[in-house]
C-alpha cells in the first residue's frame, strides 16, 4: 500500500516547500523507494495556463499536456518519476468535478458540502496521483500543499489530508511542517515565536507535525531547537534546520545529515538500504568548481520575475556544468530594446529569446533577432522566440515587408506566423480566428515527436527523431516556407502527424549557431546530464567566449 507524506507551510509563503519537498522524495529515491510528488494549489483557477507569469511565476507542462504549477519542474528534476496530469490540481478542478456530478445526480439529492463531499473529492484525487490500489502505485507519494497555515482558501485541503491519514490507518502517513525562523538583527536572536504559532495554528485542526523543517538564514542552535521542540511537541531531533545555500542542490545531503530520511522511514515503517547521496554530492563539487565561465543575455517579456523562467534557468546551469563552465544569466526587457540601443547585445556570449503571449516587446524580440543573425551571436529562440526570428528573417532577408504573426498584426499582408485556422484556403481567403475563443482550451499542448532533416545542426543535436513539449497556439505558416526557404532559411524538423515547423536554423556556413524551436526543451532537462539543445548552445557561447572578435573587444 502506498504511504504518504504530506508537507505544509507556515508563517509566510515563499519559503521553498517545493525544493523541500522535491529534495525528501530524492533522498527517499535514493534508498530504493519509488516515489512521486503531487501538489495541491488552493486558488479557484482550473489551472495556471490562463494566469500571468507575474501572479504565478512558470507554467511548467508535462508529457501528456498538463499546464500545472512550476513545483512539478523542481518535483521531475530532483527524481527519475515524470509528473503527469494527475500530480497537480486546483481547488478549481476539485470544485469543477464536484459541480459536474452535482449536476449529474451523483449524490442522489443530497445537500453537497465541503465535508464530506469536497474533502472526499481532494482525497480521490489524492489516490489517483499515486496510483493508490493500482499496479502503478509508488511507494511512497509526497503531497505537498499550497499556501499557508491559517488561510481560508487551503482549509479544505488540510482537513482533507487530515481525514485521509486517519483513513489510511497507524503508519501509513507522516506530516512534515516547513515554518520560518526569523533573524532580528535588533535584538541580535532568532526567534522561535512564529513557528510555535504556526504550529498551534495546524494542531487547532488536528493535525500534528512529525518534523518541523525551520527555514533561516543559519542553522538553528540546539537550544533554540529544545525550545521549538518543547512549544510545539515535535520530538527534537525532528526540528530540522533549513539554512539558506548557494545552490538547491545541497538540500537533500542537509535533510539527509539531519536525518529527515530516516525519521520519515521509522514513522512508515520503511526498512530500507541507507541513502546513497553520490550523485548529489558529485552534482555540487560541479557546481562549485566551473573551469570557466560564459554570459547569456534573455531578452524576455517577464524579467522581473526570475520564477517566470524557473525551468529555463536550470536548464542554462545544467548546460554549464556539462560544459564545466559557470552560466552568468542577464536579464534585458524586450520593450527597452530597438535599433538605437541593440548593440549592448554585443558584449554577450549568447543570446536567447524565451516563450511569451501578446504583442508587448515583441519588436525588442525581433531587433535582439536581428542582431544575433547579422553580428554572428549564437542564438536560440524558444516558441516565440523561434517565432519572432522567422518574422525578423522574413522581413530582412526574404523580402517580405511588415511580415508578423497575427498574434500581433490580425491585418498583416505577410502572416508567417498564424493560428492554422488563419491559413489559406483553396479559394485564397484567410480564415478569421474566432473572439470568442477558450483561452484554456485552444493550445498545442504536451509531448509531440518530430521528423528531423538529416545534416542540420538539428540532427546533430537530435539524431532523427526528437521529442518535446509543447505550449503555443501560433504556428509558422506552411504558405511561406518555401520562400523562407528560398532565403535561406532551414526549416530542419517538422512534426509527424501535421508536419509543422518545429525548428528553424541558419546553414552553419552563414551563422555559427542560430536555431529556432516551437517547443520547450527546458521542461525536460535535468542536472544529471542537461539538455542536448542547451548542451550545444552553452557550448556554441564558450566557443565564442573564447575567441577574441572586434565586437567584444569593444565591449
Not at 304 to 309: F, N, R
Not at 320 to 328: A, D, E, F, I, T
Not at 383 to 390: H, S
Amino acid at each position: 500500500m502506498t504511504k504518504f507524506v504530506f508537507v505544509t507551510g507556515g508563517v509566510v509563503s515563499s519559503l521553498g516547500k517545493g525544493i523541500a519537498s522535491a529534495s525528501l522524495a530524492a533522498i527517499l529515491e535514493s534508498r530504493g523507494l519509488k516515489v512521486t510528488l503531487i501538489k495541491l494549489d488552493p486558488y479557484l483557477n482550473v489551472d495556471p495556463g490562463t494566469m500571468s507569469p507575474f501572479q504565478h511565476g512558470e507554467v511548467f507542462v508535462t508529457d501528456d499536456g498538463a499546464e500545472t504549477d512550476l513545483d512539478l519542474g523542481h518535483y521531475e528534476r530532483f527524481i527519475e518519476t515524470r509528473m503527469k496530469k494527475t500530480n497537480n490540481f486546483t481547488t478549481g478542478q476539485i470544485y469543477k468535478s464536484v459541480l459536474e456530478k452535482e449536476r449529474h445526480g451523483d449524490y442522489l439529492g443530497k445537500t453537497v458540502q465541503v465535508i464530506p463531499h469536497v474533502t472526499n473529492e481532494i482525497q480521490d484525487f489524492i489516490k489517483r496521483g499515486a496510483g493508490f490500489d493500482t499496479p502503478q502505485a509508488v511507494d511512497v507519494a509526497i503531497v505537498e500543499i499550497g499556501g499557508t497555515v491559517g488561510d481560508i482558501e487551503s482549509l479544505p485541503f488540510l482537513e482533507a489530508v487530515r481525514q485521509l491519514s486517519l483513513r489510511l490507518g497507524p503508519n501509513q502517513a507522516a506530516f512534515v511542517h516547513l515554518t520560518y525562523v526569523p533573524w532580528i538583527a535588533a535584538a541580535g536572536e532568532l526567534k522561535t515565536k512564529p513557528t510555535q504559532h504556526t504550529v498551534q495554528k495546524l494542531r487547532e485542526i488536528g493535525i500534528q507535525p512529525d518534523a518541523l523543517l525551520c527555514r533561516a538564514d543559519r542553522m538553528i542552535p540546539d537550544d533554540e531547537r529544545e525550545k521549538i521542540s518543547l512549544f510545539t511537541n515535535v520530538a527534537q531531533w525532528g526540528v530540522i534546520s533549513m539554512p539558506d545555500v548557494d545552490t538547491i542542490y545541497k538540500v537533500p545531503r542537509v535533510l539527509h545529515e539531519q536525518g529527515l530520511d530516516g525519521l520519515i522511514c521509522d514513522k512508515l515503517r520503511l526498512n530500507t538500504p541507507p541513502a546513497n547521496l553520490k550523485r548529489w554530492d558529485d552534482l555540487v563539487y560541479e557546481t562549485a568548481h566551473p573551469q570557466g565561465a560564459v554570459n547569456i543575455v534573455m531578452v524576455g517579456k517577464y524579467v522581473d520575475l526570475s520564477d517566470s523562467y524557473k525551468s529555463l534557468n536550470e536548464a542554462l546551469r545544467h548546460a554549464g556544468m556539462k560544459n564545466h563552465v559557470r552560466v552568468k544569466i542577464d536579464y534585458i526587457d524586450s520593450e527597452t530594446i530597438s535599433p538605437d540601443n541593440v548593440a549592448q547585445l554585443a558584449r554577450f556570449d549568447a543570446v536567447l529569446v524565451p516563450g511569451g503571449f501578446g504583442v508587448r516587446g515583441v519588436e525588442g524580440k525581433i531587433c535582439a533577432a536581428r542582431f544575433a543573425r547579422e553580428q554572428k551571436i549564437p542564438y536560440l529562440g524558444i516558441c516565440l522566440g523561434m517565432q519572432v526570428a522567422t518574422i525578423e528573417f522574413a522581413r530582412h532577408v526574404a523580402g517580405l515587408k511588415d511580415a508578423n504573426s497575427t498574434e500581433f498584426d490580425p491585418a498583416t499582408p505577410h502572416p508567417v506566423i498564424a493560428l492554422i485556422t488563419e491559413w489559406k484556403d483553396a479559394d485564397g481567403s484567410i480564415k478569421t480566428r474566432s473572439e470568442d475563443s477558450d483561452l484554456g482550451g485552444t493550445m498545442r499542448l504536451g509531448a509531440q515527436s518530430s521528423d528531423v532533416v538529416p545534416g542540420t545542426l538539428a540532427h546533430q543535436i537530435y539524431g532523427n527523431v526528437v521529442t518535446e513539449r509543447h505550449r503555443h497556439r501560433y504556428e509558422a505558416n506552411v504558405n511561406y516556407l518555401d520562400a523562407l526557404r528560398q532565403a535561406g532559411l532551414v526549416i530542419s524538423a517538422k512534426t509527424q502527424r501535421e508536419h509543422l515547423t518545429e525548428i528553424v536554423e541558419l546553414p552553419q556556413t552563414v551563422h555559427p549557431w542560430f536555431v529556432g524551436v516551437q517547443f520547450h526543451p527546458e521542461f525536460k532537462s535535468t542536472p544529471w546530464a542537461g539538455h542536448p539543445l542547451f548542451n550545444a548552445f552553452v557550448r556554441a557561447a564558450l566557443q565564442r567566449h573564447t575567441s577574441t572578435t572586434p565586437e567584444k573587444a569593444l565591449a
